[in-house]
C-alpha cells in the first residue's frame, strides 16, 4: 500500500473490503484516511478500522496500573499531542466521527478487550 497519509493512488470504486488496523501514532487526519477509503470502496462495500487504545489498565477497573504503566499511557498521549498523530484514537470516538464525516453509514463498534500476555502480569517482591 502507498502511504496512507497521502492521497490515495487507486481508483474510485476500487475495493469491496478495505481492512485498516493498528495506525493510531501514524495518522494525523482520521477523517481525510476514511475520505479516501470510501472514495475507493465501491458502493456497498465495507471497511473495517482495528484499533488499540495505548492505555493499559485493569480490565475491571479495580485496580490501579503499575506507576511504569502509568507513565507509559502518560508518554503516549503527550506524543501523539506534540506530533499531531493521536494514539487515543479509541478514548476519542475518531473511528466513528471521522468515518461518519467521510460519508458511511451503518457504522458498527464493536469493543473488546485485548491481553496484552497470555500468562497475564504477575509482580517480583
Given amino acids: 500500500m502507498d502511504d496512507a497519509t ?14 485498516l488496523r493498528h495506525l493510531f501514532g ?5 477523517t481525510a484516511l476514511f475520505t479516501q477509503a ?12 482495528s484499533e488499540l487504545d495505548a492505555a ?3 480490565d475491571d477497573g479495580t485496580a490501579e496500573p503499575h506507576p511504569v504503566l502509568a507513565r507509559w499511557t502518560q508518554m503516549f498521549r503527550e506524543a501523539g499531542q506534540k ?8 478514548a476519542d470516538g475518531l473511528q466513528y466521527t471521522c468515518m461518519e464525516a467521510a460519508g458511511f453509514t451503518g457504522i458498527t463498534v464493536v469493543n473488546k478487550k485485548v491481553g ?6 504477575c509482580d517480583q517482591d
Avoid at 490515495?8 to 469491496?16: G, L, M, P, R, S
Wanted: hydrophobic share 40%; with cysteine; proline share 8%.
Fill in 56 to 58: 493499559i489498565r485493569s
Fill in 83 to 90: 506530533t499531531g498523530r493521536p494514539f487515543t484514537v479509541v
Fill in 116 to 121: 496484552l500476555l497470555s500468562g497475564g502480569w
Fill in 6 to 19: 497521502l492521497p490515495w493512488t487507486w481508483a474510485e470504486n476500487t475495493f469491496d473490503f478495505i481492512h
Fill in 26 to 30: 501514524a495518522i494525523p487526519n482520521w
Fill in 38 to 49: 470510501y472514495r475507493c470502496c465501491r458502493p456497498g462495500g465495507w471497511i473495517e478500522s
